[in-house]
């Protein structure tokens, strides 16, 4: 069925489309947005600088599985049934994936890199990647550049969707551990007046609630994020650290478009460039993701093609949910009926917005701290983001919501849940979260508060 508006292209008009993805890299970390003195990232640059980027797009959910299912399905992660990593093979049938659906529209498509995918990979029936060259996720970056060029390298008669899937900045979940670095090391940081400045929001918010505080406690205990006593200095030297992998990612990234350069397909390809989720870097003392706080919610959304205009687009974006119907549009192909976004087609080819949306909801599951007082916090939660203020709800907690004003309060310090100068503002969200999980029949509906 084809969404009212779309119609069919034939193969010679059809685009080539290169998705590259990283993992953990939040949507502020790139030297165009930061500077050049402490992170040099061109590549990342030069994609913005010739780009269309969304300055706010989020996440379906702030963690590796559960966002990447929504993007390669343009479904929920209450859907899925995926809001942790640990996470089973879903119905291919139910859950058709961007692979299934292009390769079924007349596209040959690829997929190279880190997987962390509820697909079996070795299945190409049930993801619809036919060429699926290396099985390996940590530890790949540097093969995932020539196994790419492989690819654009294949003679063909039909376009092509390939996926370009890097682990770094991932490593830096391992950095804190002094594990090796599975995608190579990258030497001691110099002393801590040498590193990036700390993040002008690094303590913890004004009238922060209990849950928070607890799982901040729950999953610092744990051997996954070893910060719980990290100093000013350390958390410096966090951000050196995170900085030098985004530039190997970076690199790589770099080789992916030389070949894509060199191949002469580069004026009828689509390029995507995204992350599935970011990462704190000490703001409000966490690190990682899973949170959400901008750092971690918040990614990269970056088209571009041949002849576009560059700029900047604040329409409100749910990658996980926008992503598909996006480039079903691109590339002529129906939308499956249960695709639950919109497609930015229009805001990416000439700036013109569909209807402003009024808000974005992502979702999370905590689950990887450790026991506090004899008992394990495992709190899921929903975060709801309109055009001002970002407000979310825990199903644990003596206190559960939060409230940020993101127009006046960016960094999310106070916490205005409590405040009775913005009860109607509260009042809104919870109305438009409980509109939202209604719509989408998600069974968090009985922990909402109307």
């Known amino acids: ?117 509820p697909y079996d990979r070795n299945l190409p029936e049930s993801h619809g990647f036919s060429y699926l060259p290396n099985k390996k996720g940590n530890g790949a970056d540097s093969l995932s550049p020539g196994l790419a060029a492989k690819f654009l390298e294949m003679k063909r008669q039909h376009p092509f969707l390939l996926v370009v899937s890097f682990m770094n900045p991932h490593n830096i979940c391992q950095w804190p ?36 505080q607890l799982m901040r406690t729950s999953m610092q205990s744990s051997d996954a994020f070893p910060v719980g006593d990290f100093t000013d200095d350390k958390w410096r030297q966090y951000i050196w650290a995170y900085y030098r992998l985004i530039e190997k990612v970076d690199g790589e990234i770099g080789k992916v478009l030389k070949s894509l350069h060199e191949s002469g397909l580069e004026k009828n390809t689509l390029i995507v460039f995204m992350s599935d989720h970011g990462d704190c870097q000490g703001a409000h003392r966490w690190n990682q993701k899973t949170v959400f706080y901008e750092e971690a919610s918040k990614v990269p959304f970056i088209f571009n093609y041949n002849g576009l205009k560059s700029r900047k687009s604040d329409f409100l974006v749910q990658t996980g949910i926008d992503l598909l119907p996006t480039l079903c549009e691109f590339a002529g192909i ?33 689950i990887q701290g450790v026991a506090v007082d004899g008992k ?15 407000y979310w709800i825990y199903n644990e907690g003596l206190q559960r919501e939060t409230l940020y004003d993101i127009q006046n309060d960016p960094g999310e310090m106070v916490n205005l849940a409590g405040d009775p100068k913005f009860i109607d503002e509260l009042k809104k969200c919870r109305g438009q979260l409980s509109e939202w999980a209604l719509r989408y029949n998600d069974p968090y509906q009985k922990y909402l508060i109307n």
């Open 1 to 117: 069925m084809l969404i009212s508006g779309y119609g069919l292209i034939n193969a010679q008009q059809k685009p080539n489309i290169l998705i590259i993805m990283t993992d953990e890299l939040s949507t502020e970390s790139m030297s165009c947005n930061l500077g050049s003195q402490y992170l040099k990232t061109p590549n990342l640059d030069d994609l913005t600088r010739h780009g269309v980027s969304f300055t706010r797009a989020y996440c379906a959910n702030p963690l590796c599985i559960p966002s990447r299912s929504s993007l390669f399905t343009g479904r929920y992660p209450h859907e899925t049934g995926i809001q942790t990593n640990e996470a089973k093979l879903i119905d291919p049938i139910e859950f058709p994936t961007l692979g299934t659906i292009f390769k079924n529209g007349g596209y040959e498509t690829g997929y190279v890199g880190k997987w962390h995918l």
């Open 177 to 212: 551990r002094g594990e090796k670095l599975p995608d190579g090391e990258i030497g001691n940081p110099p002393a801590a007046e040498l590193c990036p400045p700390l993040r002008p929001n690094s303590m913890p918010s004004k009238n922060e609630t209990d849950i928070m």
């Open 334 to 366: 129906p939308v499956p009926d249960k695709s639950r976004g919109v497609s930015l087609k229009k805001i990416i080819s000439d700036g013109s917005a569909p209807k402003e949306r009024e808000y974005v909801v992502v979702s999370d599951h905590l």
């Open 376 to 390: 394990k916090p495992e709190p899921e939660g929903r975060m709801l983001r309109n055009k001002r203020f970002k």
